[in-house]
Antibody, heavy 118, light 110 residues
């Protein structure tokens, strides 16, 4: 079965960067896009972007262009999302979610809480 | 800037039927948007209920159904149960690789 296991919670200072990992198993890693979605405390879901593990092409939401970077390591079936120049309002749970084959997220990781605080 | 619209909140009685909708601030939702629906309870990751308009994810009971109603996507829950009390989010594929979530509907069962 599809499993996505994310890295643990992070606490960062404003201006720092954070890199969250998402290890996939139970399917062919290069066969499906991986989305990243975030959820600020008490707020809704916000799409950050996706990476195509087969080749590494990315597509970021306009809001995140310039300060998010998505990468992957196919040898260990792991996707990464790095956010730079963190601000306090980047405090959120960040989810990876495998595509269903229709350009939309379907299988979800457990989430990684990133707290930005001085 | 296109916005995906959902009712902020809804209430249903146990055993009742409720339809949540998902629209666009500009234009109509169609099957070409591959509308999907997620259920989320506090502290948990979202759970995929419906994708591509009406396909139920594995393990989702058939009292959850999706369709297009007029110019919106819709999620209908028939025979609502107490544990259906959750936040529900719709998602649309906007083309050119762009994904948009709705703001979510908080469903109360009482």
């Amino acid at each position: 079965q599809v499993q996505l296991v994310q890295s643990g919670a992070e606490v960062k200072k404003p201006g720092a960067s954070v890199k969250v990992s998402c290890k996939a198993s139970g399917y062919t890693f290069t066969g499906y896009y991986m989305h990243w979605v975030r959820q600020a405390p008490g707020q809704g879901l916000e799409w950050v972007g996706w990476i195509n593990p087969n080749g590494g092409a990315t597509n970021y939401a306009q809001k995140f262009q310039g300060w998010v970077t998505m990468t992957r390591d196919t040898s260990i079936s792991t996707a990464y999302m790095e956010l730079s120049s963190l601000k306090s309002d980047d405090t959120a749970v960040y989810y990876c979610a495998r595509d269903l084959g229709n350009n939309l997220p379907g299988y979800w990781g457990q989430g990684t809480l990133v707290t930005v605080s001085s | 800037q296109t916005v995906v619209t959902q009712e902020p909140s809804f209430s249903v009685s146990p055993g009742g039927t409720v339809t949540l909708t998902c629209g666009l601030s500009s234009g109509s939702v169609s099957t070409s948007h591959y509308p999907g629906w997620y259920q989320q309870t506090p502290g948990q990751a979202p759970r995929t209920l419906i994708y591509s308009t009406k396909t139920r994810s594995s393990g989702v009971p058939d009292r959850f159904s999706g369709t297009i109603l007029g110019n919106k996507a819709a999620l209908t829950i028939t025979g609502a149960q107490a544990d259906d009390q959750s936040d529900y989010y719709c998602v649309l594929y906007m083309g050119r690789g762009i994904v948009l979530f709705g703001g979510g509907t908080r469903l109360t069962v009482l």
